[in-house]
């Protein structure tokens, strides 16, 4: 058999037995179960702000349409004898009611959970999505197509012609799901005999209290979008270059002021970037097939002014991102999924070990995440009953805080999500912003005694 038969074999998800269909994990979502429960529920949210409230009637039916589109989303976690795998949910999902705080209140080992929920509150349409079934992309897919089943409940035909031709998105999600949309792009795009990614040292991590279980900070910046690009570009970088590098900056000052003993044991800033590989990669795929960069700076060689640092950001995530440094990434992290005696061991001895691993090579190597989904496309029928779109990321207890940023017309939401009592990080990351004289409305979901 070669390669590209073997990549197919491998890429497979999605099987039919005897009992019924089922589906197998993807090589991102394999580790997710043994490191998710408690207050890091995996889950991240992708929300919808209407220009009126939102009707249930309208919004059930329209989920009801959403799940004949996207049936390898409506699955629930089962245990195998060597691994997880997804197996049709047992009860359909319902709309429920939002809660104060996002992505808490769920455990994807209950029998019984479907591993995504559809939430709505007033004017909000929210989805919350398990990372063991797809990453941003394939969430912003399913968002797109419950508001355009949402409003054609409504009486509005939001696809015309010109909208499919703006978006190649709409004219896939009005067809029948294709059988490579749940697919394992990794292991079908396996780039075998690559090299792998040089080891990275331990980084630093903000010291803090956890919030009670149940609690999950989110606190939210709403920026004008035409001067925050024009900020950056008199930086000489990117958007994104610009607010990761006012992350390091405010990490930075967090890091001097830790005790010795902290700043000698994780001598290291990285700021973990998710990539989409589908830019590099042809896939169908709604499922995970996402990969990091890290950008990264040794304090030990002294502050650096913001300036600096968004050079530095700048050319290190242009070093980075392309397809063959990516490629690395996928070799390593699929060769060890194949190894026969990872395959072979037992799932009840198998996630102690994927514990033990991800605590070593997963989240002590960064010490925080920023993501940016990009523009947004959306029919125009839609588009002008939208107010914001928001992204909010999987909580950690261990990182505390994560950043996610979502642009919609002239404004842009920058949401942080953490799990820490301190809102350290916040406070200096957008004083930085106001005192380059950006104007900086702040919502928080919790209050100050929460």
Known sequence: MDHVETNLRFARLAYKGAEGSWYALDNAACIMPAVAGGAASSLFRLSATLDTPVKLPALEEA?????????YFVTELRPGLFWHYLEPATRRPRVVADARSPCQDFDMHRRGTCLFRVRARERTIACEFAHVISDGTGGIRFLKKLLVEYFRVLGVEPVTPEARAADPDLAALDEPPHPEECEDAYNRHFPWNYPYPAPEGRAFHIECPLLPLGDYRVIVGILPLKPTIALAKSFGVSLTDFLIAVYMDAL????????????RARPRIAIEVPVNMRQFYETRTNRNFSLFVHAEEDPRLGRRALGELAKRVHHQLRRDIDKASMARHIARNVSGGRLLPLRATPLPVKMPIMRFLFSIYGENKISGVFSNLGSVVLPEAVARRVERLDLVHAPSPTLKTKIAIMSWRDTLHL?????GTSRELERLYLTRLRRLGLPVKVECNLSEDS
Request: aromatic share 16%; no cysteine; glycine share 4%.
């Open 63 to 71: 989920l009801e349409r959403t799940l004949r589109r996207f049936p």
């Open 252 to 263: 930075q000052e967090m890091y001097f002021a830790a005790p010795a003993r902290i700043r």
């Open 415 to 419: 949401s942080f999500g953490s799990l």
